[in-house]
């Protein structure tokens, strides 16, 4: 069993969290927020989330061409986003598993699977 904790990030829905004109241009919100997730893998998310942290960023639609980066690996989903972080989140075995997305569909289909729950603002605060 991996004792490293998953972060599963939909992208989509935390870039979409913010009304900074993301709309725009989606594939650059979305690396940006990419960026910023880069230290979370060994800062962890105090208190709830202590290092070292895998990070995996879901991203869709017009942003399936961002490529990951050192600390932050990228999946690009073939369909929907959030299909692409449930099977994440099965495949994922016994290991620490959280999510962080304000949808609720997603969040009712993965706490099923087990795993834990946040909203952006506490990725993003």
């Known amino acids: 069993m991996d004792a490293t904790p998953l972060l599963i990030v939909d992208a989509a ?31 962890g998310v105090p208190p709830e989330l202590p290092p ?3 990070v995996v960023l879901v991203v869709e639609g017009a942003a399936r061409e961002v490529p990951g980066v ?21 495949g ?6 959280l999510v962080v997305t304000a949808d609720r569909a997603l969040r009712d ?8 729950v946040y909203g952006p603002r506490w990725l993003r605060p």
């Open 52 to 54: 070292p942290v895998e």
């Open 13 to 43: 829905n935390v870039v979409g969290s913010r009304p900074d004109g993301w709309w725009r241009d989606r594939a650059g919100a979305t690396a940006r927020l990419r960026d910023t997730l880069v230290p979370v893998g060994g800062q």
């Open 109 to 116: 289909r993965v706490t099923v699977l087990g795993a834990e």
């Open 92 to 97: 994922a075995g016994d290991r620490r598993r």
């Open 70 to 90: 050192d600390g932050v690996r990228v999946v690009s989903a073939a369909g929907s986003g959030d299909d692409a972080v449930v099977e994440l989140v099965a």
